[in-house]
């Protein structure tokens, strides 16, 4: 999930916008570290969990393109219901190469992502 500005603003380039966000969680999801990713894998994992995240709630058309372009191609683009009681869009990460513990950007993310 593209929680963190700096990854956020790396992915829309050099003039890169960060769009507004709003805090939401997706119940029944959890945010999975991936085997040999630095980035974490949105995954189903039933009642009791939830992943925290941001709901990105201005994107032009051609920031959808950019993020679109930046996610994995592994990623399904998925409608979810979120905590705030209505209907979001999340990549949702198709299964394989899961690992049991939940992803923690303090562990993974680089100082300064690299631009793609």
């Known amino acids: ?10 992915a829309q380039g050099p003039a ?3 769009p ?3 805090p939401a969680s997706a119940p029944g999801y ?3 570290a991936l085997q040999g990713r630095i980035y974490p894998g949105l995954i189903v994992c039933g009642p009791g969990g939830s992943a925290p995240g ?4 201005d994107l032009s058309s051609d920031e959808w ?13 998925c409608e979810i219901a979120l905590s705030t009681g209505k209907l979001g869009l999340a990549y949702v990460w198709p299964g394989g190469d899961i690992r049991p513990e ?10 300064s992502a690299p631009h793609r």
């Open 102 to 111: 939940d992803w923690d950007a303090k562990d993974r993310l680089p100082v």
């Open 20 to 22: 507004d966000r709003v």
């Open 65 to 77: 393109i950019i993020l679109d372009a930046f996610e994995d191609e592994r990623y399904d683009l």
């Open 54 to 57: 941001l709901v990105l709630t």
């Open 30 to 32: 959890r945010a999975a």
């Open 16 to 18: 890169g916008r960060i």
């Open 1 to 10: 999930m593209l929680r963190h500005s700096s990854v956020l603003q790396c």
